[in-house]
């Protein structure tokens, strides 16, 4: 009987978020589709004819898989800070907190609500990617794994920005200083095998080269980093921020008032 109430509860935050998201579809889901598209049309079509090949593939189909991720992460990241900070300003949080339902099941119902965005959008872009080029895909399983994966990290990386927000000017710092530019340093635009040797090292120290590189990986089969590391590195930051965020929502110090 428990179990199933905690299905309930889950379910319907997570109903909340879609819905939430969906309603306002033109805000949510066309911007990035648009913005993608622009580099495709720009960093594709007209740059990469002038730069050639990159990593044995046409410069097209090597910076469509990181272009997809990065839909992925901003929006999973997007979707769960701006969610969860709005409930928190309208005090909302408070009632889900000293209701019987469960942290962790609040929490994983923030997260499923992140994840299904940034998939919706990954899935939208990837569509306007094949007006552009063809994709092939090398590895599906890891593909699959690694945007899952990745939608998870940022949805948890969102709402801990969330919870330490005092402000709806806060949660555009993290975006805005820290998210954009390790995104544009990730490898979505360029191999690290162009930079030397000092700052292929400091390129390695980058969480998105990760991602971008085991997307890229599982579609056009090749990766400037160990696949397999990196899935293990992106799995022990999921539960180590999972376990941060339940600690943050079973402290309550920054949700109530």
Not at 27 to 43: E, G
Not at 180 to 196: A, C, H, N, R
Request: with cysteine; glycine share 8%; net charge neutral.
């Amino acid at each position: 009987m428990e179990l199933l109430a905690q299905w309930v509860s889950y379910k319907t935050i997570v109903r909340k978020e879609i819905q939430r998201f969906t309603r306002i579809w033109v805000q949510t889901l066309v911007p990035p589709a648009i913005t993608m598209a622009l580099y495709f049309v720009i960093f594709g079509a007209l740059i990469g004819s002038r730069i050639g090949e990159m990593g044995g593939f046409s410069y097209m189909e090597f910076v469509v898989p990181g272009l997809i991720m990065m839909s992925v992460l901003t929006n999973s990241y997007s979707n769960v800070v701006s969610s969860f900070y709005s409930a928190k300003f309208q005090h909302s949080i408070e009632e889900l907190l000293v209701s019987p339902t469960p942290n962790y099941v609040i929490l994983a119902g923030y997260i499923s609500g992140g994840v299904c965005r940034g998939l919706a959008v990954g899935f939208i872009v990837t569509l306007l990617s094949l007006f552009f080029t063809k994709l092939q895909i090398h590895d599906l399983p890891v593909t699959l794994l690694i945007v899952l994966l990745t939608s998870i990290l940022f949805s948890l990386m969102g709402l801990i920005n969330a919870v330490f927000a005092n402000s709806f000017d806060d949660i555009s710092i993290v975006p805005t200083f820290v998210l954009t530019p390790l995104t544009y340093l990730g490898g979505v635009f360029y191999s690290i095998d162009l930079l030397s040797e000092f700052w292929q090292g400091v390129s390695k120290l980058n969480p998105i080269l990760y991602v971008v590189n085991t997307f890229r990986y599982g579609v056009l089969g090749v990766s400037d980093i160990d696949v397999g590391v990196a899935l293990v590195g992106v799995m022990a930051f999921i539960v180590a921020l999972f376990s941060l965020s339940l600690w943050l929502l079973n402290n309550g110090k920054r949700l109530r008032s």
